[in-house]
Each structure stands twice: as C-alpha cells, then as structure tokens.
C-alpha cells in the first residue's frame, strides 16, 4: 500500500522560506513523476512542480510558472523522499500543499497521478 506523508508546512513572513517533505512508502519512483500541488480556499488545485524520473540519475523538473525561479523540488532515492524548496514566498503562495506520485509525464509536465498525501498547510503573511 502506497503512503505519502507530508511535512514541514507552516507560517511564515512574505520573502521567507519553507521546505516541504514528502515521504513515501510502498512505492518505487522509476520511469513516472512524483509532484507538488497545491490548493487555496475557493480556488482549484493547482500543479507546482514535478519531478520525473527517468531511472538511474536521470531526473527532470517542471514548475508552475507562478514559482519559477523561487520553488526547487528534488529527490532522495535513498529516503525515498521528494522535497519543495521555497524561496521568496509571497501570500498568495498561501495554500495547503499536497504531495503526488505515480503520475505520467506528458506535454511538458506531468499528470494523472495515482497517489495523494493528506497535505501540509503553507500560510504566509505579508
């Protein structure tokens, strides 16, 4: 049985910083996406960023264009981890945060995903 388990969301001041962990069991991340989303009150979710793997050492990342430049997403494969760096947060990054796996890489990003974590709520003040 696939787990995904968020950690590390919180408050924070406008221009701070946050990491995001997403720790998963029971599934092998080779050949499909594990990602970031993330959802606002009254809004719909939202993509962040992906990261495919292509087996071995091979990965490659996509991000939402509203935190390019700000949020970096990575793996651990010995942890079996996936994490969200974000930088420079702004308020209206304000969302509870999921992370997703098993999706399929597609025109330039990735979608369908099988699997979902319970999310992380992410609340910054300005």
């Known amino acids: 049985q696939v787990q995904l388990v968020e950690s590390g969301g919180g408050s924070v001041q406008a221009g701070g910083s946050l990491r995001l962990s997403c720790a998963a069991s029971g599934y092998i991340y080779s050949s499909n996406c594990m990602g970031w989303f993330r959802q606002a009150p009254g809004k719909e979710r939202e993509g962040v960023a992906h990261i495919y793997s292509g087996g071995g050492r091979t990965y490659i990342a996509y991000y939402a264009d509203s935190v390019k430049g700000r949020f970096t997403i990575s793996h651990d494969n010995a942890k079996n981890t996936v994490y969200l760096q974000m930088n420079s947060l702004k308020p209206e990054d304000t969302a509870m945060y999921y992370c997703?796996?098993?999706?399929?890489?597609?025109?330039?990003?990735?979608?369908?995903?099988?699997?979902w974590g319970q999310g992380t709520q992410v609340t910054v003040s300005s």
């Open positions: 997703a796996a098993g999706g399929v890489r597609n025109g330039g990003t990735c979608r369908s995903y099988n699997y």
